[in-house]
């Protein structure tokens, strides 16, 4: 009778299980439109790599265009930008400029009346150019813009000025500074204003920068400006620049810290995203985890139907990495770029040339290593069918609650199956508690985001503990079997016991991503949380099995347990115990630590040019801890169950356990194509158990060295 609940408990499975598989057919669907990213230069950056070399502006762009370089990104211009150009036009905040001796011999008297009796404020920025053209592309700008109550114009004895209106909040200050008397006491702190939003606002663009990029044959992709104080008519000019300069807009990316209209005018841009179906850029944290934070963008992305993409930015300490690694040039930075598109589904590369070493801050000029580095990128990527081309946002897509439903039924029957099997019960009355699988299948109808994240963490878990499940009992058929075993035979019923594991591993992950198939987690907009603990639970799973169907040596009843249970805490602990133990805690934290980004322990510099490597010459990269340590170890627990050993098929068994959750924990990262964790998992299996047959033979010489030691010692 149990043994057909069994079966149709996991017929039920196998049926979810499906719906599963076809939820990860439309995801592949998915990723098979997403296969074109692109370069996008930066305008200022690109600017100081031609004023650091012997060619021009105009050079580098089309250079870049033949590399495969397709759009350039600019900025609106700002006042900062235009004094730093070298344009006649000076701009002071007045509570500074106040500060200079004789200050008012700069400035007409009508100026110095107004800042004297208070008109023009301490916050404000007075602008003052004798360049009439200049001051008439200012003004236009700020009309198009802003509000005609946030500036004043005057002309004065043929100087043209420009008063903008400012607040304390528009005020940037540098690091506070403690004035201290000669006893060391402080007397009072202060922050210098070293800046103003308000020479930072946008005021126009620069139609030369934008005739330069076309000129190569460059796509043009503008950055405005959001001014909170003043954002009504930010989007409409946004919208007036793309058609003065006849641009088709295709990404959006962010300038500064909040969207185009934030506060309470987003909107406008919002409706113009949509008639002009923009992508909007989410550009990736410097931690490679999830994206920047910015006023309002959240709300912009969902709002537009999740019409964006994934955006990498060329931060310095990447932009440093030449020669890195003994490389002989940019190899490194390649690389970086390589895996963000490849592995996490970037498809913009906010490009900023390199610096020729680290800690350097002067620019790489050499043309040919940026066509070598370009050229190699372009062929690897061509080996994932993806190409460099314009970038478009990713389709929308998410699964309903009632399949949902159906994918937590299966999850709880499994979820059920586990508790019977870890703490074997054998009670005729235990099969009802398949039951309680039904009201799991509803949760998702009445709470879905907790379902969905909620039985996620619950797959990787229990189809990990499956998988333990499944090489211990079969590790355990063979601990007790009298037969003598021959090392091809421990060889292949290892493999079998490691692929039956994985298989399960799969399962889970498969359960893992459909829930999880939704474009919100493709984009990494949010993510699934719990991967440490995932990974942590299932060494808990392995002890109370290993306790139960290898160290109770009565019957199967609870007492038998914790009597076993009691007699290993009392157990004589030997030094050598100790020692392993050290290794093993030592291991376990640099197992928890190292997953994800967040983390001081990072791999070695050997480790990271072998995973280099290995990413040159193989579709994808498998992961250290299942090829080099988890899957030979079921191998070397088969072998050591052979010779009868406790301690050391437990020891290996352990070690085993970590595969099972690194597989899930594998596709557990959404932003990762499905076919790269997949290609990932099946290397990693094929290498372990090329690696796994070979520490049979190891395995077996140092057994037979330590029989003739003992042999020569009675």
């Known amino acids: 009778m149990k043994l057909k609940v069994e079966k149709i408990v996991f017929i039920f499975i196998c049926l979810s299980l499906l719906v599963g598989l076809y939820t990860l057919y439309q995801r592949t669907e998915i990723e098979k439109k997403y296969k074109t990213a692109e370069i996008v230069l930066d305008y200022n950056e690109m600017k100081k790599l031609a004023d650091s070399s012997q060619e021009d502006l105009s050079y580098w762009f089309k250079k870049f265009k033949e590399f495969g370089a397709e759009s350039v990104a600019i900025q609106e211009e700002t006042l900062n930008l235009l004094i730093e150009a070298g344009h006649d036009i000076r701009a002071e905040i007045v509570s500074e400029l106040i500060k200079e001796y004789k200050w008012q011999d700069k400035y007409h008297e009508e100026i110095v009346k107004g800042i004297r009796e208070n008109n023009i404020k301490p916050a404000d920025v007075v602008v003052t150019t004798e360049d009439e053209a200049l001051f008439s592309y200012l003004v236009s700008g700020l009309e198009e813009r802003y509000n005609s109550d946030f500036y004043e114009t005057y002309i004065l004895d043929n100087v043209y000025y420009l008063v903008l209106k400012g607040t304390n909040d528009d005020m940037y200050y540098g690091e506070t500074d403690k004035v201290i008397n000669i006893h060391g006491k402080g007397v009072y702190e202060t922050a210098k204003v070293v800046d103003s939003r308000l020479l930072n606002i946008g005021i126009g663009y620069d139609p030369e920068k934008i005739y330069l990029a076309k000129e190569a044959g460059l796509d043009v992709v503008l950055r405005p400006i959001n001014f909170p104080t003043y954002n009504e008519k930010l989007a409409d000019a946004y919208r007036a620049a793309n058609e003065k300069y006849g641009l088709q807009p295709r990404i959006y990316l962010v300038h500064g810290k909040e969207i185009l209209g934030f506060p309470e005018n987003e909107e406008n841009l919002l409706s113009y995203i949509e008639e002009e179906n923009i992508a909007i850029a989410l550009i990736e944290s410097s931690n490679q985890r999830e994206h920047l934070e910015q006023e309002g963008l959240d709300d912009l992305v969902k709002d537009s139907g999740y019409q964006a993409l994934r955006a990498f930015t060329m931060w310095d300490y990447i932009r440093e990495r030449n020669k890195y690694y003994n490389y002989k040039g940019a190899e490194e930075i390649e690389n970086t770029m390589f895996r963000a598109i490849t592995e996490r589904n970037v498809r913009v590369i906010y490009f900023k040339p390199f610096f020729e070493k680290k800690d350097s801050t002067k620019f790489l000029t050499d043309t040919e290593e940026y066509e070598r580095t370009f050229r190699s990128l372009e062929n690897r990527l061509s080996k994932h069918n993806i190409n460099l081309g314009k970038a478009q946002a990713m389709d929308e897509f998410s699964i309903g609650s009632k399949r949902m439903a159906v994918m937590s039924f299966g999850i709880t029957l499994a979820a059920i199956m586990l508790f019977i099997k870890m703490f074997n019960i054998k009670h005729k009355y235990a099969n009802y508690l398949y039951l309680f699988s039904l009201p799991g299948a509803m949760v998702p109808l009445i709470m879905r985001n907790l379902a969905e994240k909620g039985f996620a963490f619950g797959a990787a878990v229990v189809f990990s503990g499956l998988a333990i499940y499944?090489?211990?009992?079969?590790?355990?058929?063979?601990?007790?079997?009298?037969?003598?075993?021959?090392?091809?035979?421990?060889?292949?019923?290892?493999?079998?016991?490691?692929?039956?594991?994985?298989?399960?591993?799969?399962?889970?992950?498969?359960?893992?991503?459909?829930?999880?198939?939704?474009?919100?987690?493709?984009?990494?907009?949010?993510?699934?949380?719990?991967?440490?603990?995932?990974?942590?639970?299932?060494?808990?799973?392995?002890?109370?099995?290993?306790?139960?169907?290898?160290?109770?040596?009565?019957?199967?009843?609870?007492?038998s347990v914790i009597n076993t249970t009691v007699r290993l805490l009392n157990k004589e602990v030997k030094i050598y115990y100790g020692i392993i133990a050290g290794i093993l805690g030592a291991v376990a934290y640099i197992y928890i630590s190292r997953t994800g980004h967040e983390t001081n322990v990072q791999p070695s510099n050997i480790e990271m040019i072998s995973r280099n490597f290995m990413e040159y010459v193989l579709l994808a990269r498998p992961r250290t801890k299942e090829f080099l340590i988890a899957f030979p170890a079921i191998f070397a627990a088969v072998y050591a169950a052979s010779k009868k050993s406790e301690f050391y098929t437990g020891i290996f068994m352990l070690a085993g356990a970590i595969g099972t959750s690194s597989v899930i924990n594998t596709f557990s990262h959404i932003r990762t194509p499905i076919y790269l964790s997949f290609a990932r998992t099946v290397?990693?299996?094929?290498?372990g158990i090329i690696i796994g047959c070979v520490l049979v033979l190891i395995c077996d010489a140092c057994y037979k060295l330590f029989v003739k030691v003992q042999e020569r010692l009675k």
Do not use: C, H, W
Not at 483 to 502: D, F, H, P, Q, W
Not at 683 to 687: D, E, H, R, T, V
């Open 470 to 559: 499944f090489f211990t009992i079969n590790v355990r058929k063979i601990y007790y079997s009298s037969k003598k075993y021959t090392n091809t035979e421990i060889m292949l019923r290892s493999t079998l016991i490691l692929a039956g594991s994985v298989m399960i591993s799969l399962a889970g992950a498969v359960f893992v991503v459909s829930l999880l198939a939704d474009v919100k987690y493709m984009l990494e907009m949010d993510i699934f949380r719990g991967v440490k603990l995932a990974q942590i639970l299932p060494f808990g799973i392995f002890m109370v099995m290993y306790i139960i169907y290898f160290m109770n040596k009565e019957d199967d009843s609870i007492k």
């Open 683 to 687: 290397i990693a299996l094929l290498f």
